[in-house]
């Protein structure tokens, strides 16, 4: 199981979002670009990056941050979301060297859209799942449908794409520990990887996913936890490891 950083950009830094609430911005660096070379220093094999700005306008905004790391990274599988909502926005990204676009509320919003990017683009559409009592929220977790997140997770395995990644919003940016048995749940009802997101706040927390990669959970994302200290990248990632075996997935 790989242990994924964050990265969220905003205004050209990297910040943390308290549940994704734009209004409570913690900035921990001024340089997204030398932030990236610091994980990659401690081992990192793969990076989880966020447009902010993007996310707001619902177009690219901090793209020559991230194509700048994706230069200094080739060889690194980079994820992005934030503001990808069209065929030209997933190119803009994956031009640039990002392996795989993240896309959300799209997703929810504009069913065909998926359908469209897995054919343009195999194996390099991710499907970002923000969920709240077993229903998937959308509109930067302003909004809570009614679609039951076991039934569309479904719906994208059929579709072809690569992983999805699941965010317990109640737990993102609290640190009060991943809802694992809900990741689990929704990583046996499907039959591609799933990443877990939200919550970590130790390295207890990624010993419990770890234990539980069996189930199909292949990487767990963390921001918050990594730059307040309360858990160390390199000791994470050799404790994952030594529980799930090391590798990575996708490429």
């Not at 790989?2 to 609430?21: E, H, M, N, S, T």
């Not at 901090?62 to 060889?75: F, M």
């Not at 395995?157 to 999805?164: C, K, M, N, R, S």
């Amino acid at each position: 199981m790989l242990l994924i950083p964050a990265i969220d950009i905003k205004d050209g830094k990297c910040v943390r979002l308290r549940q994704g609430d734009m209004n409570q911005t913690t900035v921990f660096s001024d340089d997204p670009v030398s932030v990236a070379q610091r994980w990659v220093n401690e081992g990192a094999r793969r990076l989880h990056i966020v447009d902010l700005d993007g996310a707001m306008k619902g177009e690219p905004v901090n793209a020559d941050i991230v194509r700048r790391i994706a230069e200094n990274h080739p060889q690194l599988p980079i994820q992005i979301g934030g503001g990808i909502r069209n065929e030209a926005a997933a190119d803009v990204y994956l031009q640039a060297g990002v392996r795989y676009v993240i896309i959300g509320t799209q997703a929810i919003n504009e069913p065909r859209l998926i359908s469209d990017l897995c054919t343009e683009y195999p194996a390099h559409v991710i499907i970002g799942l923000d969920v709240k009592d077993g229903k998937i929220a959308t509109e930067g977790w302003s909004k809570l449908s009614k679609h039951d997140v076991i039934d569309m997770a479904r719906r994208f395995d059929e579709q072809g794409v690569a992983a999805l990644i699941y965010t317990d919003i109640a737990r993102d940016g609290m640190m009060q520990g991943v809802n694992i048995e809900a990741t689990v749940a929704l990583a046996q009802a499907v039959n591609i990887p799933v990443i877990a997101a939200g919550g970590i706040q130790s390295i207890e927390n990624v010993k419990k996913l770890a234990a539980a990669s069996g189930a199909g959970i292949v990487g767990a994302i963390t921001g918050r936890a990594l730059y307040e200290g309360a858990l160390d990248f390199a000791e994470g990632q050799k404790a994952a490891d030594e529980i799930s075996g090391a590798g990575d997935f996708g490429g």
